[in-house]
């Protein structure tokens, strides 16, 4: 009996350490594996590869009546419409906070603030539109930011704490021009590179040392003159054409946010500039292209370009519209932009627009309102629009997309849920986020790790979308 009793024991303690390895090995493995997953971050305007695209599945694809689930809310971030990026667990922002203009960070789980930063006074020159705070996203870049106030500073920060490891002005240290509206631009970091356009006499864009700010060049294109601007006749080609002022302060920078992509081998950085759309070499800014028609007589061009298969496209609102050019080598070795379509269906004021399986989705209108609108991006061909729904159901707005669903803002704050179909509109759910501002719900909204975030001056909104 004693030796059935030891021999059972015995199997049982072998059992027990295999069940115990088991274990480990399990977990360790579930570690290595969650370890391995994909990051849904937002680390940038516009998102990860700066297109308003996000990559992630498995989001609701309905909304009920209420909206998703509120996750978190966070208030006395300050005001201004920067919206926020996501990476490495954190949500960063940048915010007017009394007399300071700061950059803060808080956490992604519930919206608890890790640090705020100052950068500097609140910049409170300029025109009132937008005057709450600055526009400007946060870059981040493995364990450092990069940030633009409105007054033109430009600093990298550490993500951990928030602490400044260097700062260029770039009025004071660049030369550049604060165009009327401020500096709205979310700096670009490619490489080693980190891209701003202080729209100055010598210095329409710069490029920095991300590690050090020091300058590595400078591109230098036609400043504008004060005063109004003339019309400018035909298609755009490669010339500037009329003069420009009107709102920009003399500036040369507008409002956008630059891309960077490769092409016939020549990597490249494009901007959206007070005159023109360029396309300048990465290696030391040299005009490459360049095309003038969408870039409105007001020089008031914020939306950011978008780049695919080879085609750059750019809108601007104020009368003038949005335009398609195909980039290719000439002989010489140059870079030719030859336009394909320009239509006035498409006057993206600063909504931001979406390509999608051949189409293109964003709002056309300006200051007098508009509509969401669906067109072919190779053809300009209008597929659906806004403006023939009844009155309020895709009005003007600023637009993502995540998992065939369009992630829509209307200007007047309401949140709607889109389905990409180019055929006609179909709506998958609205809602009406809770305490709005008197201010224009002009900050984008932004998809990360399956929450959906809204930004409303001071007030930050966190829902989950995931559809488990």
Known sequence: MT???????????????????????????????????????????????RNGVSRERGLLAEWTEDGPPLAWRVNGLGGGYSAPTIAEGRVFGLSNLGDDEVVWALAETDGKTLWTTRLGPAFREGLPQGSEGPGSSPTVDGQRMYVLGSGGELACLQVDDGQIIWQVSLTRDLGGRVPGWRFNESPLVDRDLILCTPGGEETTLAALDKLTGELVWTSQLPVVDEGPVAPRPGRGGRGFGGRGGGRGGG???????????????????????????????????????SYDRPANRMGINCATPIHHDGFVLAASAYGTGGGLVKLAKDASGGITAEEVWFTRRMQNHHGGMIVHDGYLYGANGGNEGGNLICIDFKTGEVMWDGRELPRGVAPKGSIVLGDGRLYYRHESGTMTLVEVNPERYIERGRFEQPDRSRSPAWSHPVLANGKLYLRDQDLLLSYDVRAE
């Open 251 to 289: 500036s040369s920078a507008a409002y956008a946010s630059a891309i960077a992509f490769d092409l016939a081998g020549t990597r490249q950085y494009v901007q959206f500039t007070h005159r023109a759309l360029i396309g300048v070499a990465a290696s030391d800014g040299t005009l490459l292209w």
């Open 3 to 49: 030796e059935i009793v030891r021999r059972s024991f015995f199997k049982a303690s072998t059992f027990m350490k295999r069940y115990v390895w088991l274990l480990v090995l399990v977990l360790t493995s579930s570690t290595a594996f969650g370890e391995s997953l994909p990051s849904f971050d937002w680390p940038q305007w516009q998102g990860p590869d």
